[in-house]
């Protein structure tokens, strides 16, 4: 995965493309800068030569050190709520592959990006397609803790479960800001949406339901 040399993005990949917007919209994604970002960016770039054709079906799929690549649905449900403007200062946790800071990136935001494992954040380092995007930043961290010295975001997104909403991803929001999380545990989650008001007070929405892997505590080596 994530090689270091470009890959062919041919008429074959397009299509497969394309129907994957179409089933997106489908479930429902209605924002056309999310949907163009999608189909922008060739998600079999981000998995094994082996898996090109499974890259273009809707679902997650392993990457490496027992992580994932979120299901295309899930990146589009999440980056939709963000209601994302060009040059949107957006805080990921949970870089992961980097698909989901590469579509934000494609909608023209400043990406922010956190990941705790040290593998996966030097796999992403090596990844031809990411010189793209000058406008992703990449740290590797605890995402608990956010970016301070980056702070305050106009965006937040985790792509993890979280236990909690976590309290420093959330005095890191501008007022006016807006964050999505996965709030639960092994059993399943709750999408949030929290925004700030202009006078700095929060408000909670309660989602639909979604499975990520675990948000998890401190950095590993
Ligand atoms: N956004 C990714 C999805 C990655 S899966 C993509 O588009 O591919 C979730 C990622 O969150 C994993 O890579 C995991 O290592 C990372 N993660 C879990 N807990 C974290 C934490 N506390 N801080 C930063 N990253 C974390």
């Known amino acids: 995965m994530l090689h270091s040399k470009p890959r062919e993005d041919n008429y074959l990949h397009k299509g497969l493309r394309k129907q994957l917007v179409e089933t997106v919209r489908e479930k429902g994604i209605t924002n056309e800068q999310v949907l163009t970002a999608i189909e922008n960016i060739p998600r079999h770039f981000f998995l ?20 994932t690549i ?8 999440q980056t939709q709520l963000l209601e994302i403007k060009k ?19 494609e909608m023209g935001a400043m990406i922010y990006t956190i990941e ?15 010189n793209k995007y000058p406008n992703i930043k990449r740290f590797y961290g605890d995402g608990y803790e956010g970016l301070p010295s980056y702070a305050p975001f106009d965006k937040v997104i ?4 979280a236990p909690f909403i976590p309290p420093k991803l959330i005095q890191q929001l501008k007022p ?37 892997v675990p948000m998890l505590g401190g950095k590993n080596r």
Request: with cysteine; aromatic share 14%.
């Open 48 to 67: 094994d030569p082996a898996f090109e054709r499974i890259a273009y079906e809707d679902r997650a799929f392993p990457i490496t050190a027992g992580q």
């Open 70 to 77: 979120s299901q295309p649905y899930t990146v589009a449900y």
């Open 87 to 105: 040059f949107d200062k957006v805080l990921e946790i949970g870089t992961g592959s980097a698909y989901q800071a590469c579509v934000l990136a």
């Open 116 to 130: 705790r494992q040290r593998a996966l954040f030097d796999f992403v380092g090596q990844f031809f397609f990411i």
């Open 158 to 161: 985790v792509t993890a479960a």
């Open 176 to 212: 006016g800001g807006i964050a999505v999380i996965p709030v639960g545990d092994d059993n399943g989650q709750k999408m949030m949406r929290i925004t700030k008001d202009k006078d700095g007070n929060v408000h909670e929405e309660t989602l639909g339901d979604f499975s990520f």
